[in-house]
């Protein structure tokens, strides 16, 4: 595995598989999300409180790659990475690996903004400062 700004582990349970015994394909996205929160959680963002003061953070768009099954009581981490993609926008870039034997099951990038209240995108001072402080830029942000 490769150097990671933040790591989650889960166990997959029963009622999370469908009927060919594997992890539904949505549930990624439930892991995924919980650990994006754990992430901002454990950068001092608390994801709870800008929502109590009206400001947002939406996903824009989600792009899952999805290589290898979990299936019930399979151990496994959730990585993320945070990258800046412009001034409004920013990505996490996440891969579940199934474990201990470290096996790729996700690649994701699940890019996002924020708003406030009225609907206006805006990055608030909270967020500007953990981008600066934690975020790699991509290409795109360069521009």
Known sequence: ????????????????????????????????????????????????ALTAQGVYLIVTRAEVDYKTPLRPNDHFVVCSNLERVSRLRFAFVQDIYRMPDEVVCINARITGSSMNSSGRPMVPREVEILLATHAKPTPEAQT
Do not use: P, T, W
């Open 1 to 48: 595995m490769k150097d990671y700004l933040h790591k989650l582990d889960f166990e997959v349970r029963d009622h999370e598989c469908d009927l060919q015994g594997i992890v539904n394909n949505s549930i990624y996205l439930n892991y995924l999300e919980h650990a994006r929160h754990k992430c901002l959680n454990a950068l001092g963002l608390d994801f709870a």
